[in-house]
């Protein structure tokens, strides 16, 4: 399977890394073995209530149907706001949306999550008229972001939910309508997870996912990276007949690309259908659990910044464009300055990046040359990398061929791990991994149309 988390120069301190904390790994394998080790992760009883709430969209309140799972005990816990998908353009209500993705709800809530999974308006039992179906995607996205932030501002408040730890999540239309919400300020949310997100739009004629559908979830994309405010996971499948894995990997790199902060759970082919892959939550739950004690969600081990390594060219072409990577651990988020010489780099003119995790130098000339560093630093300490060293060089004479550049790295290959930590005698270890891939090689975006070409909409 491939993996990818990536940042663009977040908030300024930008940095792309994956946090595995294998302590999860531990109580989870612990829970299914009988071990009671921690109440709220390992021992509690799931209390299951379905219920109505209600929700203040625009100045009109209505009846919102939601399903809650949460641990049968009296402690708070962090939130998770989850909602479903959409049958095709124009579906009729299902009288038991509200029992839907139940596997992963009654998963998350057996970690020691509170789980509401909520009806949005139009569908299930929930009052209210079908809004979702706008012309374009974002603006159908943004639609049902209105019923996100309607049931945060309602089950935050809730005497078991931790207020300032928040997580919203959704499945087929359900995953675009949290990347929408992540343009939208909401108190208390730390980022959400689009599972298998796609989205009917009324502009997209017969529902059919063509060529031209695709393109418009990838602008889409674009149109909600630059915009976004938290961080987001995505889980798709190789075999998604309704966003195919390389339609996926387009609207992901264009999210990025335009600045939003994501990481890529790319699954292989699940069943007859990678569309439901929401249905097997213990293929992705390890994955999302990184992603939830990367951004604070759930608790997970501090370190000072440890930098594994810095990569780039040797060399580069004059007029030619380079980009240097940096790989490393820290928790909490470390802030980044990359250097030449030992001078701090600041963005403008051929240099961006000059505080995230990818240092671009475009268009480079014989002054970009020179020997560069990272320093990262956060509330536990700061680490200088070691020096990888640029030089500028003329392109070879037209026809006289010429090799690429060569690859350099600086300090220790690949990932960085721990052994033993005291200060948690259940962790065998952290391991950190930034903008790394396992398994199979990702291929590049297509030019054409990608296997879902042809497929009927529909994102239930």
Not at 284 to 303: K, W
Request: proline share 5%; charged share 15%.
């Amino acid at each position: 399977m491939t993996r990818i988390f990536r940042r663009r120069d977040w908030d300024g301190d930008g940095v792309m890394l994956l946090v595995r904390t294998r302590i999860f790994r531990f109580l989870r394998a612990a829970r299914l073995g009988g071990l009671a080790l921690l109440p709220a992760v390992a021992g509690a009883a799931i209390s299951q209530q379905h219920t109505f709430f209600p929700a203040v969209i625009e100045g009109n309140s209505y009846q919102l149907e939601a399903t809650l799972y949460r641990p049968d005990d009296f402690g708070r816990h962090p939130l998770v706001v989850m909602s479903h998908g959409r049958n095709g353009m124009f579906p009729a209500r299902n009288p038991n949306e509200a029992n839907g993705c139940a596997q992963l709800c009654r998963a998350l809530a057996d970690e020691g999550f509170a789980v509401v999974f909520f009806v949005r308006r139009g569908y299930g039992n929930s009052d209210g008229p079908d809004v979702e179906l706008q012309d374009t995607a974002v603006r159908s996205g943004l639609e049902a972001a209105k019923d996100y932030r309607a049931a945060v501002a309602y089950w935050r408040a809730a005497e078991f939910a931790e207020a300032d730890r928040v997580v919203l999540m959704g499945q087929s239309q359900g995953g675009w309508s949290v990347l929408a919400c992540t343009n939208v300020a909401m108190d208390g949310v730390l980022g959400v997870a689009n599972i298998s997100g796609g989205t009917n739009y009324r502009l997209m004629g017969t529902g059919a996912v063509t060529a031209t559908v695709q393109d418009h979830w990838v602008a889409g994309c674009s149109e909600l990276g630059a915009g976004a405010l938290v961080p987001s996971y995505w889980v798709y499948a190789e075999n998604d007949l309704s966003i195919s894995g390389p339609t996926a990997r387009r609207m992901f790199n264009a999210y990025t690309a335009a600045g939003g902060w994501a990481f890529l759970d790319m699954l292989p082919a699940y069943g007859s259908n990678g569309h439901a892959v929401v249905e097997r939550p213990d293929l992705f739950l390890p994955q999302l659990d990184d992603f939830l004690a990367t951004i604070g969600f759930r608790d997970a081990t501090q370190t000072a910044p440890v930098i594994a390594r810095v990569s780039g060219p040797a060399s580069v072409n004059l007029g030619a464009t380079a980009v240097l990577t940096v790989s490393l651990g820290a928790n909490p988020l470390p802030r980044l300055q990359w250097r030449r010489d030992g001078v701090d780099l600041r963005d403008g003119g051929n240099i961006s990046g000059a505080t995230s995790a990818a240092l671009t130098i475009g268009n480079a000339q014989a002054v970009d040359r020179g020997s560069y560093t990272v320093v990262a630093t956060n509330s536990l300490g700061t680490a200088t990398s070691s020096p990888l060293v640029l030089s500028v060089t003329s392109p070879a004479p037209a026809g006289g061929g010429s090799n690429p550049p060569a690859r350099a790295s600086s300090g220790g290959g690949g990932a960085v791990s721990w052994g033993f930590i005291a200060a948690c005698a259940l962790m065998a270890g952290l391991r950190f991994r930034r903008h790394q891939q396992s398994g199979r090689q990702v291929p590049a975006s297509p030019a054409g149309i990608g296997p879902c070409s042809g497929a009927v909409g529909g994102f239930d």
